[in-house]
């Protein structure tokens, strides 16, 4: 069994910065795929960003050229660095699988606000 636990939001200023990470935990050699999602209120979750076992990255449009996705296998994180952060940013973010197949986590709420 997988559990993945999210950290790193908070508060930033439009424009500003946010490094998320994503700690997994159990059968992890099982993971081909890990996504970030995020679920701003009163929308569906939505997938971020994927990131394979071997490295190669895929984005939605809305976030491509200011989010990066990527991973530290020593340390089973996976990690979300967030750029020209924009108000429509601000959402819970989790990860999981893709396609996600894992107990949700509680996620980390990012806001972006002035």
């Known amino acids: 069994q997988v559990q993945f636990v999210e950290s790193g939001g908070g508060l930033v200023q439009p424009g500003g910065s946010l490094r998320l990470s994503c700690a997994a935990s159990g059968s992890i050699l099982s993971i081909l795929i890990t996504g970030w999602y995020r679920q701003a209120p009163g929308k569906q979750r939505e997938l971020v960003a994927t990131i394979t076992n071997g490295g190669s990255t895929n984005y939605a449009g809305s976030v491509k050229g200011r989010f990066t996705i990527s991973s530290d296998n020593a340390k089973n994180t996976v990690y979300l660095q967030m750029n020209s952060l924009k108000p429509e940013d601000t959402a819970v973010y989790y990860c999981?699988?893709?396609?996600?197949?894992?107990?949700w986590g509680q996620g980390t709420q990012v806001t972006v606000s002035s």
């Open positions: 999981n699988t893709y396609l996600p197949r894992v107990q």
